[in-house]
């Protein structure tokens, strides 16, 4: 995995379990890579992955079972949504909206450009649909 040197490394593979958990790759009540697992596969410390684990933990996303390792909480991908759309909603979103304005970007070429973003997505997996 690539970091980005402006965000603390230990939120980045939070967010990577979040998005793996979001994707359905990591599905609730199943178990997780270890934390010498995650550690080996992402090339960092596992106290760091440990500190992510830990704050995944805090706010109810993952459990751990003595002995197993840590596990999907029911209802975590409900979380994981619900604090990523707020974060959005926040701090991106206005962000977005200022940009918008100091660019002079209106509604009506934004809406353009996301209607070419899901004809080009739909036509991508349709492709990909028949292929397999």
């Not at 939070?14 to 697992?37: A, C, F, Q, T, W």
């Not at 751990?64 to 975590?76: D, I, K, W």
């Not at 973003?117 to 492709?127: F, G, I, K, Q, S």
């Amino acid at each position: 995995m690539r970091f980005d040197e402006s965000r603390s490394i230990f939120m980045q593979i939070r967010d990577y379990v979040g998005d793996m958990i979001l994707n359905g790759k990591y599905p609730e009540d199943e178990r997780i890579p270890s934390v010498r697992d995650m550690a080996a596969t992402m090339e960092v410390n596992p106290n760091t992955v440990l500190r992510s684990y830990g704050q995944l933990q805090d706010e109810g996303i993952i459990y751990n079972q003595r002995g197993l390792g840590y596990f999907v909480s029911p209802g975590a991908r409900k979380r994981v949504l619900a604090s990523r759309k707020e974060n959005f909603l926040l701090h991106t979103l206005p962000e977005l909206f200022h940009t918008m304005e100091v660019l002079e970007i209106d509604f009506t070429e934004v809406r353009e450009y996301y209607e070419k973003y899901t004809d080009e997505r739909t036509l991508n997996e349709a492709e990909q649909s028949r292929r397999t």
